[in-house]
């Protein structure tokens, strides 16, 4: 007990973050296995750690780094549409699909990292809300973008056109006999194979939080935070602003890719307006939800605002209502200074008992 | 003539953009948060007007009255029950109450008006013809853009000459002084929220007559352009909202007429993010050094 004490307490949650992911995956892939879990959340499994990864990344940029962004779900877009076509076009050289899935999300994680390499640097002078609209507007030019690619694989190789005057269309490709139609417009990306699986989406939650949780405890991430909690005295330090500000914003860029690839070959066809604003602000939600610069707090959330609208589907019409109303009454119930006095009346032992805690440690 | 037509059709949907623009700008500038549910107050107005002229038979004045009497209602009263317990929370707190109010709008929306667009009559016929017909204006258009000059001169007055335009800048500048000046804070910010909500419901109006369909997602995409063109032009700056979804209208127009119109919405805000890295603060917002 005392050698567990002399650890920090900062380790000690990252350790109970790991163990926590560790033991829910292996429930919930026991429960798997044995028939347990019903059809819709065996098919909700793969998306949720695609969230669960979004938030960590958003996380990063918003709790850690302290810049609020409108536009995550533009990365996942990048990564999910430059992932499917890397999987696809390697169909034939490369037959496990496992090997592929890998490769696609390393190339989704490669391209995203590069959008965000894009919007970073001129970006991050920016300040506070004009961040947020930069970024929203990124989104919204992503979706556009990707809306008037078609792409298609043949023997000679990968053939992309973009499409911004709407007059071509899929036979301008010139595919050879045999070449594959990857992405047709506005379509979206069609006759993908699936090959996402919950095993891989469990590494990539693990990686993603090795990366992120000894960012945030190494010397870089505390320069990071410094930067969040007063800029001109961390620049005053000889903090590198726009180095780290960069480092953040590019690494969760990256991660979000990886998720958005991870997502994109879950299903057998995707459209890039999946992207569009209201995915950025639902992540954005887990991230609040969860609380900021919490990663553990963002894992939970993001699984359970998740299930809850399919939980809640028995209510039919009215699941949405209710989700915005839980929405409205966790912010006020967990902000309002009169609510929290209420709390702090009822069960007036909390508080004492953390500030013991604090002597004590 | 061809040029000059694209243009008006651009002023008309930007004088739309510019009025739902002021009502974000007011409500920024004051509250300083971001009300995302701006755009669903939009809608509210269009389905109360629609309801007003088709099921009640009142003409168009006394609809677009009815709406901005609903909206405004609305307004406080989503203020007064979502943001103001929220006063002293931190803003991304208030954001996401933001978010879920205009889930909550758009939702409820659906259920009591069904997912389907509703058709929308438009509300003024009739063009003018310039130059022996090689060139129409619709009234619409022309009543739109006066409409939405008339609306800024006006707020523009209120704001630096009434005593409760003078209470308002004062709440913008230092919530703390002005509590301390006698002013009363919370109502400022519910008469902003109010006077906010009610342009929300005539830009509604104009809106709904210009696409000629209502849904409960109509509010969402022109709120998000709106918002766009309220930093465009300088957040919190009056002139600024009204210059900025002007002149957003007609880049969208022209984005659309002479480059593609698939790509109308990524060239809008490809300029929106050019224009920001040049000026930071908008085009006419004002850039206030850091004191250190």
């Known amino acids: ?361 | 003539m061809v040029f000059l037509s694209y243009l008006i059709s651009g002023i008309s949907l930007g004088s739309v953009y510019a009025m739902i623009a002021l009502g974000y700008t007011m409500v920024y500038g004051i509250a300083k948060m971001l009300n995302f549910a701006h755009g669903d107050v939009i809608m509210v107005g269009g389905y109360v007007s629609l309801i007003a002229m088709t099921s009640w038979g009142l003409p168009v004045w006394a609809a677009v009255v009815v709406a901005m009497v609903a909206c405004t209602v609305l307004g406080v009263v989503i203020e007064g029950l979502a943001y103001r317990p929220l006063r002293s929370a931190p803003s991304l707190a208030v954001l996401i109450t933001a978010i879920g109010v205009s889930y909550f709008l758009q939702n409820s929306a659906q259920l009591i008006f069904s997912p389907n667009p509703k058709s929308y009559p438009v509300i003024i016929n009739g063009s003018l013809s310039l130059f022996g017909g090689k060139l129409t204006i619709s009234y619409i258009s022309l009543v739109t853009f006066l409409v939405c000059v008339i609306i800024m001169i006006a707020l523009t007055l209120f704001t630096s000459r009434s005593k409760m335009g003078k209470a308002m800048r004062a709440v913008s500048e230092d919530k703390g002084a002005a509590q301390l000046m006698g002013i009363n804070v919370n109502r400022t910010i519910s008469m902003t929220f109010a006077i906010g909500s009610a342009l929300a419901a005539v830009a509604g109006v104009f809106l709904c007559s210009s696409y000629t369909t209502l849904m409960p997602t109509t509010g969402s995409m022109p709120g998000i352009k709106a918002f766009t063109a309220a930093v465009f032009g300088g957040i919190g700056s009056i002139p600024g909202a009204f210059l900025g979804g002007l002149l957003l209208g007609i880049i969208e127009a022209m984005a659309k007429a002479y480059i593609s119109t698939n790509i109308s919405n990524a060239i809008v805000f490809a300029v929106l993010i050019v224009v920001l890295l040049v000026r930071p603060a908008g085009l006419l917002g004002k850039y206030v050094p850091e004191k250190v």
């Not at chain 1, 995956?25 to 065996?42: E, H, M, Q, Y």
């Not at chain 1, 699909?97 to 696609?104: F, G, N």
């Not at chain 1, 970073?120 to 809306?147: C, H, Q």
């Open chain 1, 1 to 361: 007990m005392s050698k567990l004490k002399s650890i920090k307490k900062t380790t000690l949650v990252d350790f109970a973050t790991y163990i926590g992911v560790i033991i829910a995956f292996i429930i919930v892939n026991t429960l798997k296995n044995d028939g347990a879990l019903t059809r819709s959340f065996t098919g909700q499994l793969i998306p949720i750690c695609c969230y669960v990864v979004m938030a960590i990344s958003l996380n990063l940029t918003v709790g850690v780094l302290g810049e609020l962004s409108l536009g995550h779900a533009g990365f996942m877009s990048v990564g999910a549409f430059s992932g499917i076509i890397a999987a696809m076009s390697l169909q034939t050289v490369i037959p496990s699909p496992v090997l592929r899935l890998i490769i696609a999300i390393i190339v989704g994680a490669f391209f995203a990292a590069i959008a965000g390499v894009i919007i970073g640097i001129p970006v991050l002078r920016l300040r506070g809300d004009y961040l947020a609209i930069v970024t929203l507007a990124f989104g919204e030019i992503i979706k556009e973008v990707i809306n008037c690619l078609i792409v298609g694989v043949d023997s000679n190789g990968l053939h992309v056109i973009f499409n911004a005057f709407g007059s071509k269309s899929v036979s301008d490709l010139n595919l050879l006999e045999g070449g594959v139609m990857i992405i047709k417009g506005a379509q979206g990306a069609t006759g993908v194979k699936a090959i996402s699986t919950f095993t891989v989406g469990f590494i990539l939650i693990m990686i993603t939080l090795v990366i992120v949780l000894n960012l945030i405890r190494s010397r870089s991430g505390r320069a990071i935070m410094a930067l969040r909690d007063n800029r001109i005295a961390a620049e005053s330090v000889g903090i590198n602003i726009t180095k780290y500000k960069l480092m953040a914003f590019v690494i969760s860029s990256a991660l979000a890719g990886a998720a958005g690839a991870l997502y994109g070959l879950n299903f057998s066809s995707l459209m890039s307006s999946k992207f569009n604003f209201n995915t950025s602000i639902l992540i954005l939600v887990y991230v609040v939800l969860g609380g900021l610069g919490n990663i553990w707090g963002s894992i939970i959330s993001a699984v359970i605002l998740t299930i809850l609208p399919e939980a809640l589907r028995g209510f039919e019409d009215y699941r949405m209502l209710i989700y915005a109303i839980v929405l409205i009454l966790v912010m006020l119930a967990t902000n309002s200074p009169q609510i929290k006095n209420l709390v702090e009346k009822i069960i007036p032992r909390r508080k004492k008992g953390e500030e013991a805690d604090e002597e004590a440690a």
